[in-house]
């Protein structure tokens, strides 16, 4: 019985040694392997850059590389992962022994002796719980990967980011535009204004053609004031995203620029690369990872638990006399603790993980297709987008041919003056119309770049830990997007 206590720290020892803990693999998925919009195949280069500089606009990339520091959801997210990666530290160190040092002194005053007895003690305790049956490990692999899910989770605001900001810049740009070509169509239909008022001085048109002037004028000219709200809303929007306040707005927004121009072409991934570089659909594998280990973990909490224990320490009735061999004293425990009966917690809590689990893998699905679906929707809208504004250009050409040959008939005496008002309005509606196709072609652009174009921000993330990475080589060049 003297060495009985070998059996529990012999045992623990050998089977913590020889126990192979083993995590389950992501369950292999199957994905299409081709896109249903069909594209025109085009030779260009993979992009190695983010994909709003293929819009060659200095103020947008400093735009974004400022939200990219400065946005507080960008900083929530980096806050997250450093939070995960605490968690992991703590989920580490379970599996190691813990010990703690500590000194005491006590003093006794007994009344019947009139005597008082000290005592001093320095004592150094040691213990640990060998991970057996994997409990400590499946927790440690629950963290490890809901670090990297923290980290895609960073990608994924990464991603939105960017495209808000470009979204919303061309928006601001669109709204600039339009303005300056209303502003522009005000000062020439105010000289018509005064042409016709002259006209009627002289007798040559009827107070009718100067009230219709007079009301087309006026008309476009309320459109300003929507048009300048519209300007100031979208900038406050473009300053909360870039974490300022509305007063401390850039410059560079300030004034009015042109709407960049769209790239021609892009290097379209297939759907199994695509969903591998987007940071949600990561995001959401490592969350059915998290969800696998912990059931596991779960598992294993239902087996029995080992401990060991030691104890070196001195004690003394003199601290002077506490370090010396004499009082040196040495203790060592082991045991083993299962549970028998629970009325079914331990079980319940395996059920619970399974279920989490099973939500995890359905909630990766979800986000699996709601990717193809914003791929497909982009690809399609880019190209009919395009259509659109190529026919509307056609139609503004032609509108400024019927502005001309109106003008020269109703100088001529051929025509009357509402069909000078109505070619007018006509072509100015169409250059209004005209702007917002191609801020519509921009938009879907980003809309597509946002959904294929994933891998500068994972590279981005990976600066914050790691992230594994499975490129891919079989891709399409597609005519009509950008990267």
Same mark, same amino acid.
């Given at each position: 019985?003297?060495?009985?206590?070998?059996?529990?720290?012999?045992?623990?020892?050998?089977?913590s040694?020889?126990?192979? %803990?083993?995590?389950?693999?992501?369950?292999?998925q199957i994905?299409?392997? =081709?896109?249903?919009?069909?594209?025109q195949?085009?030779?260009?280069?993979?992009?190695?850059?983010?994909?709003? =500089?293929?819009?060659?606009?200095?103020?947008?990339n400093q735009?974004?590389?400022?939200?990219?520091?400065?946005?507080p959801?960008?900083?929530?997210?980096?806050?997250? $992962?450093?939070?995960?990666?605490?968690?992991?530290?703590?989920?580490?160190?379970?599996?190691?022994?813990?010990?703690?040092?500590?000194?005491?002194?006590?003093s006794?005053?007994?009344?019947?002796?009139?005597?008082?007895?000290? %005592?001093?003690?320095?004592?150094?305790?040691?213990?640990?719980?060998?991970?057996?049956?994997g409990?400590?490990?499946?927790?440690?692999?629950?963290?490890n990967?809901?670090v990297?899910?923290?980290?895609?989770s960073?990608?994924?605001?990464?991603?939105?980011?960017?495209a808000?900001?470009?979204?919303n810049?061309?928006t601001?740009?669109?709204?600039?535009? /339009?303005?300056?070509?209303? =502003?522009?169509?005000?000062? *020439?239909?105010?000289?018509t204004?005064?042409?016709?008022?002259? /006209?009627? /001085?002289?007798?040559?048109?009827?107070?009718?053609?100067? +009230?219709?002037?007079?009301?087309?004028?006026? /008309?476009?000219?309320?459109?300003?004031p929507?048009?300048?709200? *519209?300007?100031?809303?979208?900038?406050?929007?473009?300053a $909360?995203l870039?974490?300022?306040?509305?007063?401390?707005?850039p410059?560079?927004?300030?004034?009015?620029?042109a709407l960049?121009?769209?790239?021609?072409?892009?290097?379209?991934?297939i759907?199994?690369?695509?969903l591998r570089?987007?940071?949600d659909?990561?995001?959401?594998?490592?969350?059915?990872?998290?969800?696998?280990?912990?059931?596991?973990?779960?598992?294993a909490?239902?087996?029995?638990?080992?401990?060991?224990?030691?104890?070196?320490?001195?004690?003394?009735?003199?601290?002077?006399k506490?370090?010396?061999?004499? *009082?040196?004293?040495t203790?060592?425990?082991a045991?083993?603790?299962?549970t028998?009966f629970?009325?079914?917690?331990?079980?319940?809590?395996?059920?619970?993980?399974?279920?989490?689990?099973?939500?995890?893998?359905?909630?990766?699905k979800k986000?699996?297709?709601?990717?193809?679906q914003?791929?497909?929707?982009?690809?399609?809208?880019l190209?009919?987008?395009?259509?659109?504004?190529a026919?509307?250009?056609?139609?503004l050409?032609?509108?400024?041919?019927?502005?001309?040959?109106?003008?020269m008939?109703?100088?001529?005496?051929q025509?009357?003056?509402?069909n000078?008002?109505d070619?007018?309005?006509?072509?100015?509606?169409?250059?209004q119309k005209?702007?917002?196709?191609?801020?519509?072609?921009?938009?879907?652009?980003?809309?597509l770049?946002k959904?294929?174009?994933?891998?500068w921000? $994972?590279?981005q993330?990976?600066?914050?830990?790691? $992230?594994? +990475?499975?490129?891919?080589?079989?891709?399409?060049?597609i005519n009509?997007t950008?990267?």
């Amino acid at each position: 019985m003297r060495h009985f206590w070998l059996v529990f720290v012999i045992v623990p020892l050998t089977l913590s040694g020889c126990s192979t %803990i083993e995590t389950r693999s992501f369950p292999k998925q199957i994905f299409p392997k =081709q896109w249903a919009q069909q594209v025109q195949q085009l030779q260009t280069q993979r992009q190695t850059h983010p994909w709003w =500089q293929e819009l060659h606009d200095a103020d947008l990339n400093q735009l974004i590389t400022e939200a990219i520091k400065a946005n507080p959801d960008a900083l929530t997210a980096e806050s997250v $992962i450093r939070e995960s990666r605490a968690y992991r530290v703590q989920a580490k160190a379970g599996l190691l022994p813990k010990a703690t040092i500590g000194a005491n002194a006590k003093s006794t005053y007994l009344k019947s002796t009139d005597a008082t007895t000290d %005592i001093y003690s320095a004592v150094l305790d040691a213990s640990w719980e060998p991970d057996i049956f994997g409990s400590q490990q499946h927790t440690l692999a629950a963290a490890n990967a809901q670090v990297k899910a923290s980290e895609a989770s960073y990608a994924d605001v990464l991603v939105t980011l960017s495209a808000e900001v470009a979204t919303n810049y061309i928006t601001l740009r669109g709204y600039q535009a /339009q303005l300056n070509v209303t =502003q522009d169509s005000l000062k *020439s239909w105010k000289e018509t204004l005064q042409l016709t008022q002259w /006209q009627h /001085q002289a007798g040559m048109v009827t107070e009718l053609d100067v +009230e219709q002037a007079k009301r087309s004028y006026e /008309q476009t000219a309320a459109s300003v004031p929507t048009l300048k709200q *519209s300007i100031l809303e979208t900038q406050n929007q473009l300053a $909360i995203l870039l974490g300022r306040p509305p007063e401390s707005l850039p410059v560079s927004l300030t004034k009015t620029a042109a709407l960049p121009d769209s790239p021609k072409t892009v290097f379209l991934p297939i759907p199994t690369e695509v969903l591998r570089q987007r940071p949600d659909v990561r995001a959401a594998e490592q969350k059915v990872l998290v969800a696998m280990s912990k059931t596991d973990a779960a598992k294993a909490n239902r087996w029995p638990s080992f401990s060991l224990g030691g104890t070196l320490g001195f004690t003394s009735a003199s601290i002077g006399k506490l370090i010396n061999s004499d *009082s040196l004293f040495t203790t060592l425990t082991a045991g083993i603790t299962h549970t028998l009966f629970d009325g079914g917690a331990l079980d319940a809590q395996v059920d619970v993980q399974k279920e989490q689990e099973k939500q995890a893998l359905y909630s990766y699905k979800k986000t699996v297709l709601s990717a193809l679906q914003e791929t497909e929707n982009a690809l399609a809208g880019l190209y009919n987008s395009r259509e659109s504004y190529a026919a509307l250009n056609r139609a503004l050409e032609a509108s400024k041919n019927e502005e001309k040959l109106a003008v020269m008939q109703y100088e001529s005496g051929q025509t009357n003056f509402s069909n000078v008002l109505d070619a007018q309005r006509t072509q100015l509606t169409l250059k209004q119309k005209s702007i917002e196709a191609k801020a519509t072609e921009l938009a879907k652009l980003i809309t597509l770049s946002k959904a294929i174009a994933g891998n500068w921000a $994972i590279k981005q993330a990976k600066k914050n830990g790691t $992230i594994d +990475e499975k490129p891919s080589t079989q891709s399409k060049p597609i005519n009509g997007t950008s990267s």
